[in-house]
């Protein structure tokens, strides 16, 4: 059974940082997608950041350069460092993993973790 549990988020200043992480059990990060999604209120839920298993990294156009996606092999986690908050940011952030679908649909799913980031 797939198990993503994130967590590192939180409120934050705009120009802030947070890390995100994703603790994965049931599956091994390093030979799967993995990546970042995020909701705000009255939207939908839309890709952040992936991983492949090859180690390709894709961003969404509103967080690059400011956002950077990492894995750690040996913690069976994945990351997401924040940098540069905007309010725009403001969402619930989840991870999501997939071996091929990371970003279309990505058919294991965390809980999400608020991220809040104040003006």
């Known amino acids: 059974q797939v198990q993503l549990v994130e967590s590192g988020g939180g409120l934050v200043q705009a120009g802030g940082s947070l890390r995100l992480s994703c603790a994965a059990s049931g599956i091994i990060v390093s030979i799967n997608g993995v990546g970042w999604y995020r909701q705000a209120p009255g939207k939908q839920r839309e890709l952040v950041a992936a991983?492949?298993?090859?180690?390709?990294?894709t961003y969404a156009d509103s967080v690059k350069g400011r956002f950077t996606i990492s894995r750690d092999n040996r913690k069976n986690t994945v990351y997401l460092q924040m940098n540069s908050l905007i309010p725009e940011d403001t969402a619930v952030y989840y991870c999501?993993?997939?071996?091929?679908?990371?970003?279309?649909?990505?058919?294991?799913w965390g809980q999400g973790t608020q991220v809040t980031v104040s003006s």
């Open positions: 999501a993993a997939d071996p091929l679908r990371i970003l279309t649909a990505p058919r294991s």
């Open positions: 991983i492949t298993s090859g180690g390709t990294t």
